[in-house]
Every structure is written in C-alpha cells, then in structure tokens.
C-alpha cells in the first residue's frame, strides 16, 4: 500500500500590512508539479524558459533539483494561494559563477510571479521581491542576493531597481546539459543586493 507524502510545511511567514500573512514553503515536485507547470508554460513566463516543457518535465527537474544542496526551490502563498515560485542557489555551484567573481555570502535567486488572484494589487510584486530577499538575508551567512534575470525581460529590470539592486554587467550564461535538465545559454543582466544596502535603508 502507498501512501500520499507529507505536505511541506512553512519555514517562515509573515504579515504585511495589506497583503495579509505571506508564507514560505518547499516546493513539493510531486504534488506541485501541474501547478508549476501550468504557470511556466504560460506566455508571460517565456523569459523563465521551460515553455516547451511536459508536466512530467516540470516534475524530473524539481525532483533533481530536490537532491541538491546547492539549489532550492520554493514557493510563497498566502493562505494557501500559491503567489510565486523561486529558487535560492549557491552561485559557487551555479553557472552564473562563470561570469563574475563570487563572494563568500552570495545568495543566488531566480523568481517568478504566478498568475493574478482577483483585481491587480499595485505594489504587490514588490511587497513578494521584498519578503523573498528578506527571508534570504535573515540567514546570517547570507550576505548579498544576485540575480541574473533574462536581458529581455526590460521589466524585470527595471522591477529590480526600484527594489534597491544595484544594476552589474551585462553577460552570458553558458549553457547546462545534464541527463536530468537541458539549461540553454541566456543573455543576462547581473544584480546585486546587498544586506548593508538592505539594513541602511531600513533605519
């Protein structure tokens, strides 16, 4: 007889004035998959670059990922509602370490936004940048978050400036093929958060 595995439980959560209690949990590969799946395959995520991908795809990848120790994946609810899905990494361990020099305290971070419950709330994809680095950097081994959002995306961007990162070089990611998960290469733009930045601005 099988058994269904246990829910993962929130590691951290947090009210927010006009948004409610935000929580973080571990993605679930085998539970969340269709979820996962059905936001990556949308239009608006073509820049997260698993549109082409099956839901047993979008499955494989979380379960390899799930074995790792340098890559986490995550996602933010609010009672319950998924909000976005977004993977924390070593950039030591990362392709992304090919391209700039990498500090002792960097926290790698990729995002994405699920799709809009009810009426669009202004401000609410920074309000979930800005309780996602927060719970980065409450680790005190963690120092500084990059992000390497897609060239493209000019949105992102610009979303990740008015958040209080600074705007690095311009590069290219090489590709990544594993037997597990094909990564192709991408033209990036490097960002950096640092907690000093963070802690100032918060005083």
């Not at 392709?95 to 305290?105: F, I, N, P, Q």
């Amino acid at each position: 007889m099988t058994t269904e595995p246990a829910h993962r439980s929130a590691v951290y959560e947090k009210a927010v004035d006009g948004f409610g209690t935000l929580s973080i949990r571990p993605l679930d590969p085998e539970r969340d998959a269709g979820l996962i799946h059905a936001w990556v395959t949308e239009d608006r995520a073509r820049f997260w670059g698993m549109g082409e991908t099956t839901r047993d795809q979008v499955r494989d990848i979380y379960r390899h990922m799930d074995t790792l120790t340098t890559h986490h994946a995550w996602l933010v609810e609010s009672d319950g509602t998924p909000l976005m899905l977004f993977q924390s990494y070593d950039p030591e361990a990362d392709r992304v370490s090919e391209c700039y020099d990498a500090r002792t305290g960097d926290i790698g971070l990729h995002l994405l936004v699920g799709p809009a419950h009810g009426a669009p709330r202004p401000g609410f994809t920074g309000v979930l940048l800005s309780f996602v680095t927060g719970f980065l950097l409450r680790d005190p081994g963690n120092l500084r978050v990059v992000v390497e959002p897609d060239l493209r995306n000019e949105k992102a961007v610009k979303r990740l400036e008015r958040s209080g990162f600074e705007l690095g070089a311009e590069v290219v990611l090489p590709e990544v093929n594993l037997p597990e998960v094909f990564i192709p290469r991408k033209a990036a733009r490097l960002a950096f958060l640092d907690r000093a930045r963070v802690e100032a601005t918060a005083d």
